[in-house]
């Protein structure tokens, strides 16, 4: 499942990577627009390669929800993982 940690860089994202028949040859990562909102926007901009990612773009004392897609060799991205919820510390 998808976890993660604030850190003096942003907040470290971490997830397994999914078994099955269809492996994952890169993730999405996507973060909620707004607390208490629904929607999500990914926040990669080049196809993540490996199981971790950090979002360097945040505010201190914030919250932030995230959500991972594993996409397929044919660009077909699975379903979220589930979500996590990381609130970046104020200082």
Do not use: M
């Amino acid at each position: 499942g998808l976890s993660g940690n604030p850190s003096k860089y942003g907040i470290q994202l971490k997830w397994g990577a999914p078994g099955g028949t269809d492996p994952a040859v890169s993730y999405n990562v996507y973060r909620e627009l707004t607390t208490g909102t629904v929607g999500f926007q990914q926040i990669n901009t080049s196809p993540v390669l490996v199981v971790t990612y950090t979002d360097k773009v945040v505010q201190l004392g914030t919250s932030y929800t995230y959500v991972v897609r594993a996409v397929d060799a044919e660009g077909a991205e699975s379903d979220p993982s589930n979500t996590a919820t990381v609130k970046v510390p104020s200082s």
